[in-house]
C-alpha cells in the first residue's frame, strides 16, 4: 500500500500495515502510525511487545514481511539501513575504546571524507550543546556512565539524520543519573527539534519525555496518543494498569440507576449519571491519586493493609471487594495506623471499562470518562 509523498512530507516517518513474522510466529501486527516533524515519539511496552523489533524494522536492521515503510516522505520500505538517513543511539554504548571522545564523535564524518576543518568544527558544536566540551581529549575509559552516553548521543547528533532511533539508551544507567540523563535528553529535544523515536519499557519515561506515545502489547498497538491522553483516558484495562506509577486500580462494579456498586456499596454517580447504553457488569478504574482523605462524608471507610511514606505523599494499600487498592494521598501517615480511614473518589475522574473485552467505555452514558 503506497503512501502519498506529495502530502505526507510533513512527516517524519510513517507505517502502513507493517508487519513481521519468523516464520509461523507473528511479532508485529499491522501497525499503523504516522509521526510529525520534530516529534518525540516513544514506544513502549512490557518485555516481548515488539518495540524493539519494530525499532530495527524503522532502522532497516529487520526486513519487514508486510507493508510500507516511508521516513520524510521518501518509502524506504526496501532500501538498506545506510540510505535511510538515520542515526542510532544503543543501549550499550558501543564506543571505541582506543579513540578520543572527539575522535568517536567524529568518526563517522572521517569515514565520508569530511575536509578536517568541517569535522572538527561541527565535533565540538555538538560537544558543546551536549555539555562534554571540555572532554574532548579523554578516552571512554576515563569517563562515567552518563558522560559515555553523551558521546554516544553526540556521535548520532554530528549526522544531523532525518531520524533519530533511541534504543533504551538509559538502561546502563543507575537511577540517579537515569533520570539526569532524562532530563538532558529532553533540553536537547527541546533545543534541536529533532524528529526522534525512543523505545524504552520505563512508563515514567515515556510520560516525561514523549510528544505522543506508542503503547504495544504483543506486537499489537493498544493506544497512540499524548502521555496525558495516555494516562487520563486509557483506551483499555491494559493500558489503564500499564501506564501509571502506582498504576489505575482496577475493580469490578455493576451499573445501577444511581452510580456503581462495588463490594456491597453503592458509588452515588450524581443528577448527570444515565444509566442507558451502558452494560450492567463494568470494570472501574480509579488513579490512585483520585483518592481523597476525608474528614466529613466519605465515599468508603478502609483498613489500610500496608502505608508507605514517600516523603511529600504517602501510598494507602488496602483491600475492596477481594481486590488490592492504592491511594496516594498528601502528607506523611503512621505506617503502623490499622485505624480506618475515610477516603472519597473525585468522580469526574474515574474510567469505565467492558468488563468482557476491557476497551474504555465513551459516550453520553459515560461522559464522566469522555
Not at 70 to 92: C, L, N, Y
Not at 225 to 239: K, L
Amino acid at each position: 500500500m503506497a503512501l502519498d509523498t506529495m502530502t505526507n512530507n510533513r512527516f517524519a516517518m510513517q507505517t502502513r500495515k507493517l508487519v513481521k513474522s519468523y516464520g509461523a510466529v507473528h511479532v508485529l501486527h499491522d501497525i499503523d502510525i504516522d509521526m510529525a516533524q520534530g516529534e518525540f515519539l516513544v514506544l513502549v511496552g512490557p518485555s516481548g511487545c515488539g518495540k524493539s523489533t519494530l525499532l530495527n524494522c524503522i532502522a532497516g536492521l529487520e526486513h519487514t514481511s508486510g507493508g510500507t515503510f516511508m521516513i520524510g516522505g521518501r518509502d524506504v520500505t526496501q532500501e538498506p539501513p545506510k540510505d535511510r538517513d538515520i542515526a542510532m543511539v544503543f543501549q550499550s554504548y558501543a564506543l571505541y575504546p582506543t579513540m578520543t571522545v572527539a575522535e568517536n564523535i567524529g568518526f563517522g564524518m572521517k569515514i565520508r571524507k569530511l575536509p578536517r576543518a568541517e569535522i572538527e568544527a561541527k565535533t565540538r558544536e555538538v560537544a558543546d550543546l551536549l555539555q562534554i566540551g571540555h572532554l574532548l581529549d579523554r578516552q571512554p575509559s576515563q569517563l562515567s556512565g552518563g558522560q559515555r552516553q553523551r558521546v554516544a548521543m553526540g556521535r548520532a547528533l554530528v549526522r544531523d539524520p532525518k531520524l533519530f532511533l533511541f534504543d533504551e539508551p538509559l538502561s546502563n544507567l543507575d537511577a540517579k543519573l537515569r533520570v539526569e540523563m532524562r532530563a538532558e535528553i529532553k533540553k536537547l529535544h527541546k533545543r534541536t527539534k529533532a524528529s526522534i523515536v525512543y523505545v524504552t519499557h520505563d512508563q515514567i519515561e515515556a510520560m516525561t519525555l514523549a510528544s505522543r506515545i506508542v503503547v504495544l502489547k504483543d506486537g499489537h498497538v493498544q493506544q497512540i496518543g499524548t502521555p496525558q491522553q495516555i494516562y487520563d483516558t486509557p483506551a483499555n484495562t491494559f493500558v489503564a494498569d500499564f501506564m501509571g506509577s502506582p498504576p489505575m486500580n482496577l475493580i469490578a462494579a455493576n451499573v445501577t440507576e444511581h452510580g456503581l456498586a462495588v463490594d456491597g456499596m453503592t458509588l452515588d454517580m450524581g443528577p448527570s449519571w444515565s444509566s442507558t447504553g451502558l452494560p450492567q457488569q463494568v470494570t472501574l478504574g480509579i488513579r490512585p491519586e483520585h483518592f481523597a482523605l476525608s474528614a466529613g462524608a466519605a465515599d468508603l471507610t478502609i483498613t489500610p493493609v500496608l502505608i508507605e511514606n514517600t516523603g511529600a505523599e504517602s501510598y494507602i494499600v488496602f483491600d475492596l471487594g477481594g481486590t488490592s487498592m492504592t491511594a496516594k494521598v498528601p502528607g506523611r501517615l503512621d505506617e503502623d495506623s490499622v485505624t480506618p480511614i475515610r477516603l472519597s473518589v473525585t468522580r469526574g475522574s474515574l474510567c469505565l471499562f467492558d468488563r468482557e473485552t476491557g476497551l474504555r467505555i465513551t459516550g453520553k452514558s459515560a461522559s464522566l470518562t469522555s
